[in-house]
C-alpha cells in the first residue's frame, strides 16, 4: 500500500491507500463519486502517484446503484428479446423476473463530455405494469 492522491476536474486532491492506479481510482470513486440515479456517467480523475507522476484518466465509469429486488431471492435476470448492434457494439435489455426490472446494457455508450465512444453502459429502468412493453 502507498499513499496516491486522486481528485476529479472540478475536486480537491484526496490522499486514497492503494497498491496501483487502478485501484487508487476504484477507492476514489466508491467513496466520492455519487452514483447517478439510473444511468452510469463518466468523469476524469486525475491520479497522482507516490512518485509524482500525475496521470488523467478520462471516461471513468460510475455505475448506478442496482434498486433492490423486493422479492428476497434478489434479481433473477433474464434477457429479454434481441441484442441490437450499436456502433462497435451491442445493447440488450435484462429483466427481473421477480420484479420486472429492466437492466438495459450498452457496450458502445458515448461520455458526452469528452465524446469518447464504445463504453459500457448500464441504465436501470422500473416500468409500471401499463406500460410494460411485451416483447
Ligand atoms: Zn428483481
Redesign the pocket.
Known sequence: MATYHVKQTEGDWQPIEADDVEGASESYVDQYADPAEGSTYWIVLTVLTPTAEEIRIESYAVDPLEPE?P?SAG?HWTTSGQARGNGGGVRWVDR?S??G?ERHRDTWAQDRVTGRQGLDAVRYVRRSESEAVPN
Open positions: 429486488c422479492s434479481h427481473c421477480h420484479c426490472l
